[in-house]
């Protein structure tokens, strides 16, 4: 597993909205599962000393890591106070943050990120559904009946896109080491280049779906950044362009990001390309008749 | 959202670049008391919220005597097919010489890009590919609120020192503005100085609330009353009605589409928390788009209840076919509603999409 296992404790910011609490909920209902530490703490500001699930909440990112051995998070704030929550866990020392909130404006994000990397800490989204590991630890709101454990590693830009291919491999039989949900903004912390960092020194991955759509050119670079056997699915190709196709970074824009010519890219590259995700599964097993 | 061209002169010019003396009008005789200013020669530029305007005719050259008629003949023109309402009257410059600068978002560096090159005024794209060397590109600190000084030497080059100053401040309006593209194309020299000769701005739309403006004028009437429901739409034109959870997915369903030989009418994702009342929404929307022959609802997802959708998609009460995909909690009860209603439920999307295919053909 790559971002998290069993023993890594998780803090919520967030903790006492509707989704904060709601998630709470289903990260420990997995972390018991799994037998997992979960979500060991929460913040909100001025809400400290309530519980939310029977999870401590704090005032501070601070006072939560002071009581409590925690290393990542998962941001849930609305997206005027999402970045300070990014800045906030990154000082405190924080090393991932999973930043689940949309409509971040993007300056916000930019000086956010640049600032958790100045701290050496990494951020998963914004705009994002988080990462499972399967049978370890899931942080974020991914729907942990869908996954099955074994060795092939997902990145995607999207959310429930990912869960329809996660879907077809786990009923194909194809287990995954770890499930990444990277983000639909146009500047987001991990990139697909920085998760197949993760994986390559992960002996767990043998393989790896790229899930991509329209809109720079992200997806190209992660494949030319690594040595690992990819599998790749990019949205979009129907999308006209100079129109927001949903995610803030899913435009075509000035004639670049656009699916076909990402597509031709990646075969270029020796990457199979998928046309629709029901192939995917059929695609990995080629892929490991070949290289594994 | 993308601004006028006067809004972006009008922010650039507060924020003490030069640019032309201009006046906006938004009928030919509005245009007499601005003669003795914009001199002998002027230009008219039509201010309609699409690109490729000057090709388009929306852009006409004028002088003192015929001014008032070109004004009326540019107000009588429709532009890509929308109405001239507004002129921008500008003053003529003597050019010298032609320069390029932006600021964008590089998503690659997740930092401000900035670009400049001393070939202006032709397509930046085309001295991308022919002369990537002309091109001097500096990446900024998000952090910081200026540029530093070495940064604008390496940007400017041998070109005169004047541009630096306008290079520092188009950074700060594009910090304070939260756009994402801050472009000056051409950016000109003059025997009276340096002049941006046109201008460019694009806001974030996830900051124009606090850029103070309350209508997103990139997005169509339809368009924006699915925002008020807080979906994601964009209208297409084809026959099949889109609905679906995430935009992945709901793409990934247009793509799917196109690869059964169908035609997509629109894009519409529903967001998290499908509850009935905004499926009914949703459904009705779509419904109301005259090409509409039949509806295809892809959702997916562990914390959707499939009850909740399947009386959502009932209340609707379209008169066009449904075709439903989903897959969640409540499943049975989802289908049992659905079916007993006559409305078809089909297990993955390759199905729902080849048979809404078959349907609208």
């Known amino acids: 597993m790559i971002y998290g296992d069993k023993k890594t404790g998780v803090l919520v910011q967030g903790a006492t909205g509707k989704q904060g609490e709601f998630h709470i909920g289903l990260m420990n209902a997995y972390a018991k599962q799994v037998g997992g530490r979960g979500v060991v703490a929460g913040v909100t500001p001025g809400k400290g000393g309530r519980e939310v699930h029977g999870v401590p909440v704090y005032n501070t990112v601070k006072e939560a890591m002071r009581d409590n051995d925690i290393s990542a998070s998962v941001i849930f704030v609305p997206a005027a106070a999402a970045a300070d929550s990014i800045m906030e866990e990154a000082n405190?020392?924080?090393?991932?943050?999973?930043?689940?909130?949309?409509?971040?404006?993007?300056?916000?994000?930019?000086?956010?990120?640049?600032?958790?990397?100045?701290?050496?800490?990494?951020?998963?989204?914004?705009?994002?559904?988080?990462?499972?590991?399967?049978?370890?630890?899931?942080?974020?709101?991914?729907?942990?009946?869908?996954?099955?454990?074994?060795?092939?590693?997902?990145?995607?830009?999207?959310?429930?896109?990912?869960?329809?291919?996660?879907?077809?491999?786990?009923?194909?039989?194809?287990?995954?080491?770890?499930?990444?949900?990277?983000?639909?903004?146009?500047?987001i912390g991990q990139t697909f280049v920085d998760v197949l960092e993760r994986f390559g020194n992960d002996p767990q991955t043998k393989a790896v779906v790229l899930i991509g759509e329209v809109g720079g050119n992200l997806e190209e670079e992660g494949a030319k950044s690594t040595d690992l056997p990819l599998v790749s699915y990019i949205a979009g190709i129907s999308a006209p362009p100079d129109k927001r196709m949903g995610?803030?970074?899913?435009?075509?824009?000035?004639?670049?990001?656009?699916?076909?010519?990402?597509?031709?890219?990646?075969?270029?590259?020796?990457?199979?390309?998928?046309?629709?995700?029901?192939?995917?599964?059929?695609?990995?097993?080629?892929l490991f008749k070949g290289h594994c | 959202?993308?601004?006028?061209?006067?809004?972006?002169?009008?922010?650039?010019?507060?924020?003490?670049?030069?640019?032309?003396?201009?006046?906006l009008i938004k009928s030919a005789e509005e245009l007499t008391p601005h003669l003795g200013a914009l001199g002998d020669a002027f230009v008219l530029k039509a201010q309609v919220d699409v690109g490729g305007r000057g090709k388009a005719g929306g852009i006409l050259m004028a002088g003192k005597e015929d001014g008032i008629k070109t004004a009326k003949e540019l107000f009588s023109r429709q532009i890509k097919g929308l109405p001239v309402k507004e002129i921008l009257a500008e003053q003529r410059l003597d050019i010298q010489h032609e320069y390029y600068l932006s600021?964008?978002?590089?998503?690659?560096?997740?930092?401000?890009?900035?670009?400049?090159?001393?070939?202006?005024?032709?397509?930046?794209?085309?001295?991308?590919?022919?002369?990537?060397?002309?091109?001097?590109?500096?990446?900024?600190?998000?952090?910081?609120?200026?540029?530093?000084?070495?940064?604008?030497?390496?940007?400017v080059g041998t070109a005169p020192k004047e541009i630096g100053q306008i290079i520092s401040k188009l950074y700060r309006v594009f910090l304070e503005k939260d756009a994402l593209l801050a472009e000056i194309n051409p950016l000109v020299t003059t025997p009276e100085g340096v002049y941006a000769a046109?201008?460019?701005?694009?806001?974030?739309?996830?900051?124009?609330?606090?850029?103070?403006?309350?209508?997103n004028r990139d997005l169509t009437e339809r368009e924006r009353e699915a925002e008020k429901h807080g979906f994601s739409y964009v209208e297409l034109n084809g026959a099949i009605g889109v609905i679906g959870n995430g935009a992945g997915l709901t793409m990934s369903?247009?793509?799917?589409?196109?690869?059964?030989?169908?035609?997509?009418?629109?894009?519409?994702?529903?967001?998290g928390g499908a509850e009935?009342?905004?499926?009914?929404?949703?459904?009705?929307?779509?419904?109301?788009?005259?090409?509409?022959?039949?509806?295809?609802?892809?959702?997916?997802?562990?914390?959707?209840?499939?009850?909740?959708?399947?009386?959502?998609?009932?209340?609707?009460?379209?008169?066009?076919?449904?075709?439903?995909?989903?897959?969640?909690?409540?499943?049975?009860?989802g289908r049992a509603m659905l079916t007993e209603k006559g409305y078809e439920m089909l297990d993955t999307m390759d199905l729902v999409v080849k048979k809404a295919v078959a349907v609208a053909v």
């Open chain 2, 253 to 271: 369903t247009l793509d799917l589409i196109e690869f059964y030989g169908g035609k997509a009418a629109n894009f519409l994702d529903v967001g």
């Open chain 1, 247 to 286: 995610h803030a970074g899913a435009i075509v824009e000035g004639g670049e990001g656009d699916a076909r010519s990402k597509i031709a890219r990646l075969k270029k590259m020796g990457v199979p390309v998928a046309s629709r995700p029901s192939e995917i599964p059929e695609m990995v097993r080629e």
């Open chain 1, 92 to 187: 405190a020392g924080i090393q991932t943050i999973v930043a689940i909130t949309e409509h971040i404006p993007v300056h916000d994000s930019m000086k956010a990120i640049a600032y958790a990397k100045m701290e050496g800490c990494s951020v998963i989204g914004p705009n994002c559904p988080g990462l499972l590991s399967p049978g370890e630890v899931k942080m974020g709101i991914m729907p942990a009946g869908l996954f099955l454990p074994g060795n092939v590693g997902v990145i995607s830009r999207s959310g429930t896109l990912t869960y329809e291919v996660v879907d077809e491999l786990t009923r194909a039989g194809i287990g995954q080491s770890t499930v990444v949900g990277i983000g639909g903004d146009p500047v």
């Open chain 2, 103 to 155: 600021i964008t978002v590089d998503r690659s560096n997740k930092q401000p890009l900035i670009l400049f090159t001393e070939a202006g005024g032709v397509d930046i794209e085309i001295t991308a590919k022919e002369h990537p060397e002309a091109i001097h590109r500096v990446i900024a600190n998000p952090l910081m609120r200026d540029i530093p000084p070495f940064m604008i030497r390496e940007l």
């Open chain 2, 276 to 333: 009935s009342e905004r499926v009914m929404h949703a459904v009705r929307l779509v419904g109301s788009v005259p090409s509409v022959k039949v509806i295809v609802v892809n959702l997916l997802g562990g914390i959707t209840k499939c009850d909740e959708v399947a009386k959502g998609i009932i209340a609707a009460a379209i008169p066009q076919k449904v075709i439903v995909r989903l897959a969640g909690t409540n499943e049975a009860e």
């Open chain 2, 198 to 215: 046109d201008a460019k701005l694009i806001v974030d739309d996830n900051a124009l609330g606090r850029q103070g403006f309350f209508i």
């Open chain 2, 1 to 23: 959202m993308k601004l006028r061209e006067y809004e972006a002169k009008n922010v650039i010019k507060e924020a003490g670049i030069p640019v032309p003396a201009g006046f």
